[in-house]
């Protein structure tokens, strides 16, 4: 009896031990309900904490609002206020912005990366423009464009155009060489090259740049509601300051969040549903 | 036998801003129709380069290539050619990749549903010779390295190419793979009246695939020795094993040595191992 029963306390001990081996093995493996569990602890653990010092009163009200006050002020922004106005006019900005950038930024891109004189034109005068922060430029571009929806959209434009044509570039310079060739043997023509292969094959990559540009579009997007507009979530968080209602901060903060993590994860979705090829194994 | 490819005085340079690298010096060759013929040779001396000359994707500095006596100034379909690897396109399923070819012609100049047809034949008929027709629906990643080797190999011959060139082609397969894919390249070979031009640093395969083996050297490429292989047309792997193959192989072998300018320093080995010893003493 006390032979078998510290025989199992050796085996769990062991047990643990193998669990605390396996867990903290570089680029290791992780079970779908472990990765859950850790997840849920990296999730819940900082919003306890919040929640515990919003509550516990070491901290005034203004500063920290609580979870739970957070919660009421979207509803409340969503009953009697305007929320989806707010966050519609934001979306309609950013995906305005976003597209103009994305429209010029790719076939630019593309070229820039498959030939070499191109490349030589505008690489170095866009990776110039791309060190010159886009939030410097609203005064310019108020002054140019004005203070209605365009001058928004420019700035979310200056912000995402020029790192976008530097990625696509990558992107395309990317295809291997070997595809390129291979049509070339095939008898393809230059045009047929960039459409049929280059294009094709950096696919993929391109939106995955995409997706990237889409969060900082949203950066250039609240900066500049903050400095220029009346309306829209940025412009929500700084009315919202003028009158220290800190739980609108809050709330304006986390349904941006929130917006771009949807977007994120249709970009991921497009992506999977897109190049099939990726994902069987 | 007719001429199918001929070389002369072939001259290539690469020219960067800070040197000139003799890439091929003065190559002169004729290979016929219907000759399987192989390259070997140290590393910088230039077969992958020759053999990219006369696929049309490099030009040459000096001399000239003619392919049935056109001098070449560019890729053509005449001349399809096989990479070692990451030339399958992973968007396409293995019959589009094979059809590819056929896509791009259908493009440029239409095509009747009856030349459609027979180029859906052939792409299944080398489908089935390939042992790919289970695959046909798969994507490249999903297969194996040999597998998608095949697939390369049916893309190329899909539009019927006088001559197929093979730039290390199964450089990248494990050992019993690439014995698997000599023996069907050389039934292949047997089949379809092509002449292969195929560049290997492999000597053994470079003897057991070909009917001549030119051996070049570096610095400056150039062509060193070409040998006759002593073997029928008909060949199986035993044949790896008789005394002609292997007197072959240990006289190339050697000659790549002599050519290589890579000897190995007998001093500097010694002096290693000395100080190798002094360390385990202290």
New interface residues.
């Given amino acids: 009896m006390s032979v078998n029963a510290s025989y199992s306390g050796i085996r769990t001990q062991s047990f643990l031990r193998q669990l605390w081996r396996r867990l903290w093995t570089i680029r290791g493996y992780l079970s779908q309900k472990e990765f859950l569990l850790f997840a849920a602890v990296g999730m819940l653990v900082p919003f306890a904490a919040w929640w515990f010092l919003a509550n516990s009163g070491i901290m005034d009200k203004v500063f920290l609002p609580s979870p739970m006050d957070v919660l009421l002020r979207i509803y409340h922004w969503f009953e009697d206020d305007d929320l989806v106005g707010d966050a519609w006019i934001s979306i309609y900005r950013v995906t305005v912005g976003f597209l103009l950038s994305a429209v010029l930024a790719v076939p630019l891109g593309i070229m820039i990366g498959t030939y070499r004189p191109i490349q030589a034109i505008f690489e170095p005068l866009t990776d110039f423009i791309r060190y010159m922060p886009a939030v410097a430029f609203i005064p310019l571009v108020m002054l140019w464009v004005g203070i209605d929806e365009g001058s928004k959209i420019a700035i979310i434009w200056i912000g995402t155009f020029f790192q976008m044509v530097l990625m696509v570039a990558e992107d395309v310079r990317r295809v291997p060489m070997a595809q390129i060739e291979a049509a070339q043997t095939m008898g393809a023509g230059d045009e047929e090259i960039v459409s049929l292969v280059i294009f094709q094959s950096a696919k993929p990559a391109l939106l995955d740049t995409l997706r990237i540009t889409m969060g900082w579009a949203w950066t250039y997007l609240v900066v500049a509601e903050m400095v220029a507009a009346n309306s829209g979530l940025g412009y929500a968080i700084l009315k919202a300051q003028r009158f220290l209602q800190t739980d609108k901060i809050f709330a304006g903060i986390i349904l941006i969040g929130l917006i771009g993590l949807i977007m994120d994860q249709l970009f991921r979705l497009a992506h999977r549903k897109s190049f099939p090829w990726l994902y069987k194994k | 036998m007719d001429n199918k490819i001929q070389i002369n005085a072939a001259g290539k340079v690469f020219s960067t801003d800070r040197q000139d690298v003799v890439a091929l010096q003065d190559v002169n060759l004729s290979i016929g129709a219907n000759e399987f013929i192989t390259f070997v040779g140290a590393s910088g001396c230039g077969k992958s380069t020759l053999l990219r000359c006369i696929?049309?994707?490099e030009t040459l500095s000096g001399g000239e290539i003619r392919v049935n006596d056109r001098v070449v100034d560019g890729?053509?379909?005449d001349?399809?050619?096989v990479?070692?690897?990451?030339?399958?396109?992973?968007?396409l399923s293995v019959v589009d990749n094979i059809k590819?070819?056929r896509?791009?012609?259908v493009?440029?100049e239409g095509a009747t549903s009856s030349e459609v047809e027979v180029a859906s034949g052939r792409a299944d008929a080398l489908l089935s010779l390939m042992g790919l027709a289970h695959v046909s629906k798969?994507?490249?990643?999903?297969l194996s390295g040999g597998m998608q080797q095949r697939v390369?190999i049916a893309?190329?011959l899909l539009?019927k190419p006088e001559i197929l060139?093979m730039d290390e082609p199964f450089g990248a397969l494990d050992a019993q793979t690439r014995e698997v894919m000599h023996d069907l390249i050389l039934h292949l070979f047997n089949l379809e009246k092509t002449t292969i031009v195929f560049v290997t640093h492999d000597v053994e395969e470079a003897i057991y695939l070909g009917q001549r083996v030119v051996l070049m050297a570096p610095r400056p490429g150039r062509i060193d020795t070409i040998y006759e292989v002593p073997l029928p047309d008909k060949r199986d792997q035993e044949m790896k094993l008789s005394p002609e193959f292997i007197a072959l192989k240990k006289q190339i072998l050697s000659r790549i040595r002599e050519t290589s300018g890579m000897h190995t320093n007998q001093d500097l080995l010694e002096r290693m191992t000395r100080q190798a010893e002094d360390s385990v003493s202290i």
Avoid: E, H, T
């Avoid at chain 2, 798969?138 to 999903?142: L, V």
């Fill in positions: 696929g049309g994707l890729p053509g379909v001349r399809a050619m990479f070692q690897n990451y030339s399958l396109y992973p968007w590819f070819s896509r791009l012609k493009n440029r798969a994507y490249p990643n999903q390369a893309r190329a539009p060139l």
